[in-house]
């Protein structure tokens, strides 16, 4: 009786020793794919499903010993719907991958100075988004307003998923914009030319896209807040090309200036109705506290840089050096 005892109990262990080692070796067996290979769970798959998949693409060469590891680990089966990258690691590492929902990223970037319909045509363009965007009630899709959405796409990188919307990136851009402009505008100096955060978008824009210069960004600012607070014209080119919009051709004619549109500010008084592009955080720093200076001119020097002037005279003599290449 006792031999036989023994002899069950030896043939257990056995048992038990073999059926570990394989265990041990489906854990460890890897996923035949090729690194960095895409796979797409769609919603509502199981982990069966996944695993005839698998074995439908010669990944795995059968299912019935992971759906024993997944009687034993039932986290298993929590699979997240999405684009994941697969490896040739374990089948069981790549699995759990998806368990926890570690999806590719794909990203897509709002430049600073940017206008409302290059960014649209971006993202109309950017893969793996699903374009939901409704062009004639953007702003309402976006802001759920009825302000013109330019100036509210904080310049950013913004990372997504496939099948993400676009809705749902330009929304994310737009927070962001909302919450640095509700911070600056609490943070405001005194006796500046505006009425309302909204303004100090419109000259955030503006300071954006009259220099590449980052550098140069509060000094324009200074020169801008000191027009308006002595009611002179802002006279910013970048108004007046936005203005033009599709008949811009690359150069502006005297009869641009002359010509009367809502943003032309060699006709216009104060600021233009809208952003005309996406500032950066930097220029709506500059607009909210622009350092006090006597500059009302200033000039491009042609290298990126500017020319300040604080009278005509000065402007005038600037012009000819740096424009008409005159010199005194």
Same mark, same amino acid.
């Given at each position: ?24 070796? $489906?854990?460890?067996?890897? #996923?035949?794919?090729?690194?960095? $290979? &895409?796979?797409?769970? *769609? %919603? ?7 695993? *005839? &998949? ?16 997944? *009687?034993?680990?039932? $986290? ?85 998923? /496939?099948?993400? $919307? ?5 929304? %994310? ?14 943070? %405001?100096?005194?006796n500046l030319p505006y009425n309302s ?15 590449? #210069? ?11 807040? /000191?027009?308006?607070?002595? /009611? ?21 004619? %005297? ?60 402007? /005038? ?12």
């Amino acid at each position: 009786m006792l031999k036989v005892i023994l002899s069950v109990l030896f043939l257990a262990v056995i048992t038990t020793a073999i059926g570990y080692q394989q265990l041990q070796a $489906t854990i460890n067996t890897p #996923l035949m794919v090729t690194n960095n $290979t &895409q796979f797409e769970v *769609k %919603r509502g798959t199981g982990f069966n499903k996944l695993c *005839k &998949q698998w074995q439908a693409n010669n990944w795995v060469d059968s299912c019935w010993r992971y759906q024993i590891i997944a *009687k034993l680990d039932p $986290t298993l089966t929590d699979l997240k719907a999405g684009l994941y990258v697969l490896s040739n690691t374990s089948v069981i590492s790549n699995i759990k991958k998806i368990n926890q929902g570690q999806q590719v990223s794909f990203s897509f970037t709002i430049i600073e100075g940017q206008a409302l319909r290059d960014v649209l045509a971006a993202i109309k363009n950017t893969t793996n988004l699903k374009n939901d965007l409704n062009i004639e009630q953007l702003s309402q899709q976006i802001l759920s307003s009825d302000i013109h959405l330019e100036g509210w796409l904080f310049p950013d990188t913004y990372h997504y998923h /496939n099948n993400d $919307t676009a809705s749902s990136v330009l929304k %994310r851009a737009a927070q962001k914009m909302q919450q640095t402009l509700d911070d600056a505008w609490q943070q %405001r100096a005194q006796n500046l030319p505006y009425n309302s955060a909204y303004e100090v978008l419109i000259m955030a824009s503006i300071i954006e896209k009259e220099t590449g #210069l980052a550098s140069e960004r509060p000094l324009i600012a200074s020169a801008f807040v /000191n027009r308006l607070n002595t /009611n002179m014209r802002l006279q910013t080119d970048p108004t007046v090309i936005y203005g033009l919009g599709e008949n811009f051709d690359g150069d502006i004619k %005297r009869k641009d200036l002359r010509d009367y549109t809502p943003y032309n500010t060699y006709r216009i008084k104060g600021l233009p109705p809208t952003p005309i592009a996406m500032p950066s955080k930097a220029a709506i720093l500059a607009a909210v506290n622009p350092p006090h200076s006597e500059y009302v001119y200033f000039v491009a020097k042609g290298d990126g840089s500017h020319q300040f002037s604080t009278t005509l005279k000065q402007h /005038n003599a600037a012009v000819k050096t740096y424009i008409l290449n005159k010199k005194n």
